[in-house]
């Protein structure tokens, strides 16, 4: 019998530096069995000796607890229907440095005389000398930041991770990372350097170009340790002996871009070559190590590259080059000219009519006009050249969201082979496939996928332009399909423990995290006002919810309980102890039901609904109460399922409680005695149907009402931000299928293949966002319109994860065949091993493959009606097609 396969450690493939003392393991079992009924771990000099257990997920262990750079060889094997295994190839976890007073090594700050105007300041260059009196067998280096850094050893750059040490709330965790030097380091003086820029840290943050938001002043912390030949151990930290200057880089900020002066920079600054540029001590800070830990998620890095389709002139000289499709990242420029050559390279997701590179989508459409100077769109570099050869410039210390590059400058005419767009973004596992007969569908579900790559650059961002901000909405709306799509269990772990430590006492949650302002947004003069809304804060319940669906991750549920808990109490009490001023002035006394109806405080609602949208003041204005009640029942009810996970029976009990109140304030708020429901559109009864607010008896009627509306306007879309990911699957599963596929075909305005058919190689965040003249309006890279694709994989393949079998222990298969449709197929990488669904139109019957992996079990459901349940292996299935299918 073959050995259990894939050994991870927590969420990571590769576990070094790690600081959880007590890591869960998982495994795959082999491909040869069926079902495991015990384990055997072997971990160092410890054995957990035979344990009956069918667990092979995120498996706690009775391991001694990690020391600090501790490092532990661990093999497992497995006892299962085709009897015991053998044991596993090795594999291997290092813990970083534990504890705070594991450190030895001093945050060092670069010498500034002054301190330029955020997003105009240079990067700094940090050097010590390591002297080594014999060869390294082995040495780690962990490194850390207030600011971003690059890391070099004897003019070798370190590692491949971008962006590091990442976007965290600053003010409660800082990201360490650990590399493996040794093979850089020789006997005598070795030289360590880095360059460090603002970063997030203290560079412009935001909507509203926040700065200095974590900090004045940027610092390094590094502490290496190393094993020479003869055995003997040493540790090499940053400290008063080391000194700084600043280079070629003379501006670096994450929005605004980079300037180099490739003159400037020191020849062999890193590499021990002298130069002669004064370099000045720098400042040891106490800034301490309480907030040290490592990521949970795997690193940004470059994930691939592209050549433009072609270059051209634009009526104004600029030579404009189009990458094909909507990346984020920057350009590698290998084409620089002689020296003093100056040139500027601005970045686009668009061209103007005329065929200039435009910037100013990336600025709100309602922006006042006198906030254009102060919100900047940013997205330029520039470089003057050295004239040396083989010189190319990389502005890695700022990423952009483009398509189009135009460069400017005195430059003979450049080909493909000059630019490189470089794609950055978190290096996220694929772990989910969709593809079907209809190549429009492949097509959204292409830009759907680099949307969401495009925005997940160590957080889940907005957009990679305007803002880059983790809005919590959004991330509660794409997680389903994220999870899907990608291995996104560690990223949206660490981004939740952010989201736990920003939350206000009150339980409210930031709209965005992190949330570079912390506590004074609230009194932020446009922030401020706007925080706590229904839909957005429930992210504090939703997420933590689908990552346990989709991963089964209890011990995340257990982590975030109190996060979860603040947010719904909060609602709680705004809907008991408060009442809406209009509510109030035409019923002076409340109703008995509104101790449930949520009726106060600020609420984004249906955002981006098709037609008038209202108006800020007026926004803040408006009665929410069907959307924050519909939340609250939603909220409250998960919570209550979260408890029975986690063994809380009596809070299981009372959330859910809460959870009927809410539903019931609800009905009797917004369900005349006619069964209508107001205000009737299609997202409240979208809403009513997914979140279940309504009776089993009046379900049809609002499913019928609902078609009604779709095709009211022309069987287009017309709900807004929260709704729109639950649209087609309410449809569908009530019994409009042919209708669901109707709104997914559609190609007029409002839909996704209006998009489509004018270019989009992203999703936009209007559904209109490029205009009759060819003018481009707001981001077009925002993915939350792109959790469409869901319904691709749970209803047109039709692959769905179970609530009953967290991490597709147990799924269901239950494909939706429509709109002429001939064949389909998906695949999922679970945590038990590859999923894969395919059915194909065979004339007058339907054909599909099912293979399920080992510990795992499959629900079929059949589009005639009939039903299975089948364990590990593969099974064929075979319907009739309907008449009209046919």
């Avoid at 099912?850 to 079929?860: C, F, I, K, M, R």
Wanted: charge should be negative.
């Amino acid at each position: 019998m073959s050995a259990p396969t894939r050994l991870r450690v927590e969420f990571l493939d590769d576990a070094h530096g790690i600081t959880e003392p007590r890591p869960r393991l998982s495994w795959l079992l082999p491909s040869d069995c069926r079902v495991q009924h015990a384990y055997q771990l072997r971990m160092g000099e410890w054995d957990s000796g035979k344990v009956e257990s069918g667990e092979s997920v995120l498996v706690a262990t009775g391991a001694p607890p990690l020391r600090s750079r501790e490092r532990r060889a661990w093999q497992v094997r497995v006892w299962t229907d085709a009897g015991r295994s053998d044991w596993s190839a090795p594999s291997w976890l290092e813990a970083g440095l534990l504890e705070p007073e594991d450190w030895q090594a001093a945050w060092i700050q670069p010498a500034e005389e002054t301190v330029a105007a955020a997003g105009e300041r240079p990067a700094h260059l940090l050097r010590g000398i390591l002297t080594l009196p014999g060869a390294v067998t082995t040495a780690r280096a962990h490194v850390t930041a207030e600011g971003i850094y690059e890391l070099f050893v004897n003019g070798v750059r370190i590692g491949d991770d971008e962006l590091t040490p990442g976007f965290t709330d600053y003010r409660s965790t800082l990201q360490v990372q650990t590399y493996d030097v040794g093979s850089l380091l020789r006997p005598g003086a070795n030289t360590v350097g880095a360059v460090l820029s603002d970063g997030w840290f203290r560079g412009v943050n935001g909507m509203f170009r926040d700065a200095d938001c974590f900090g004045t002043r940027t610092a390094l912390l590094l502490q290496m340790h190393l094993t020479l030949h003869d055995g003997t151990e040493d540790v090499f930290c940053t400290d008063a002996t080391w000194t700084s200057t600043t280079g070629g880089i003379t501006r670096a900020d994450l929005l605004g871009g980079v300037t180099a002066d490739l003159r400037a920079e020191p020849v062999g600054w890193t590499s021990g070559v002298s130069d002669a540029r004064t370099w000045t001590p720098v400042t040891v800070a106490d800034t301490g190590y309480d907030r040290l830990a490592a990521s949970p998620a795997p690193p940004v890095r470059r994930t691939g590259y592209r050549r433009p389709l072609s270059v051209s002139r634009s009526p104004s000289g600029a030579q404009v080059a189009d990458f094909g499709e909507n990346v984020v990242g920057w350009v590698r420029l290998s084409e620089l000219g002689p020296r003093g050559t100056r040139l500027t390279l601005i970045h686009g997701e668009a061209l103007t009519p005329d065929g200039e590179v435009t910037r100013r989508n990336l600025l709100p459409d309602h922006m006042p006009p006198d906030w254009e100077e102060k919100l900047n769109p940013g997205q330029v570099d520039v470089v003057v050249s050295a004239g040396r050869t083989g010189e190319v410039f990389e502005p890695r210390h700022a990423t952009k969201g483009f398509r189009y590059v135009a460069v400017e400058g005195d430059l003979r005419d450049l080909t493909p082979d000059d630019l490189t767009a470089v794609v950055v973004h978190t290096d996220l596992r694929p772990t989910g496939t969709f593809r079907c007969a209809d190549e429009r569908l492949n097509r959204l579900h292409e830009i759907a996928v680099r949307s969401f790559l495009g925005n997940a650059v160590d957080i889940p961002t907005d957009c990679p332009t305007r803002e880059r901000s983790g809005w919590t909405g959004d991330w509660a709306l794409f997680v389903p399909t994220a999870a899907f799509l990608f291995d996104v269990a560690g990223f949206s772990r660490k981004w939740l423990r952010d989201l736990a430590t920003q939350q206000f006492e009150d339980g409210v949650v930031p709209n965005f995290v992190p949330d570079q302002l912390g506590p004074a947004t609230r009194d932020h003069p446009l922030i401020g006002e706007n925080l706590g809304s229904a839909g957005w804060g429930d992210a504090a319940v939703i997420v933590p919810w689908e990552i346990f669906r989709a991963y089964g991750d209890r011990e995340l549920l257990e982590r975030q309980w109190p996060s979860m808990v603040a947010w719904v109490e909060r609602a709680i009490r705004m809907a008991r102890e408060g009442r809406h001023p209009h509510r109030a002035a035409n019923l002076p006394e409340p109703a008995p039901h509104e101790e449930y109806l949520w009726d106060t405080g600020f609420h984004f609602g249906e955002w981006l609904e098709p037609g008038d949208q209202p108006g800020w003041e007026e926004l803040r204005t408006l009665d929410q109460s069907a959307v924050a009640t519909a939340y609250l029942r939603h909220s409250s009810c998960l919570l209550s399922r979260i408890a029975v996970v986690l063994g809380r029976e009596a809070e299981a009990e009372r959330y859910r409680e809460i959870s009927e109140h809410a539903r019931l304030a609800w009905q009797t708020e917004f369900v005349d005695e006619t069964g209508r429901v107001q205000p009737e559109t299609q997202a409240t009864l979208v809403r009513a149907l997914a979140f279940d607010l309504v009776d089993a008896d009046l379900r049809p009627s609002l499913a019928h009402r609902l078609a009604e509306l779709v095709r009211a306007v022309g069987t287009r879309v017309g709900t807004g931000f929260l709704a729109t990911p639950h649209l087609l699957p309410v449809l569908a599963e009530t019994g409009y299928a042919d209708l669901a596929y109707e709104l997914l075909l559609q190609n007029t305005p409002p839909s996704w293949m209006h998009m489509l058919d004018n270019g989009a190689t992203t999703v936009w965040e209007l559904w209109e966002a490029i205009d009759a003249d060819g003018v481009a309006h707001e981001s077009l890279n925002h993915y939350s319109k792109g959790a469409v694709i869901s319904f691709l994989h749970r209803f047109v393949a039709g692959l769905r994860v179970l609530d009953e079998g967290p991490g597709y222990r147990r799924f269901r298969v239950q494909p939706c065949p429509g709109s002429g449709l001939t064949w389909a197929e998906a695949g999922h990488d679970s945590p038990y091993g590859r999923i894969e669904v395919a059915w194909r139109n065979h004339g007058e019957t339907t054909r599909m493959r099912v293979v399920v992996p080992p510990g795992t079990q499959a629900e079929v459901r059949l589009p005639d009606g009939r039903r299975a349940d089948i364990g590990p292996g593969t099974a064929l299935f075979e319907w009739t097609n309907r008449q009209d299918e046919a």
